[in-house]
């Protein structure tokens, strides 16, 4: 793919709704992610943010790959 034929598809509305459910997952695991790093913080002020927002990668990569791919195709 050249670069024109990328700009095209990246500025028609169409790549964007294909994409819907897939978008509906991220969003839920960003939440997921922002949930997890605050329970982290109130169980270790010091360094359970960080520790949580890693959970929150973690489960949320566990889940894409357990549930998620399935649930786009």
Not at 35 to 59: A, C, L, P, Q, R
């Amino acid at each position: 793919m050249n670069l024109q034929s990328i700009i095209t598809e990246l500025m028609n509305i169409s790549t964007y709704t294909s994409l819907k459910k897939h978008y509906v997952i991220l969003w839920f695991y960003t939440v997921l992610i922002c949930i997890m790093s605050t329970i982290g913080h109130v169980i270790d002020k010091k360094n359970g943010f960080t520790y949580g927002m890693i959970g929150g990668f973690v489960v949320s990569t566990v889940l894409w790959y357990e549930f998620g791919k399935n649930m786009v195709r």
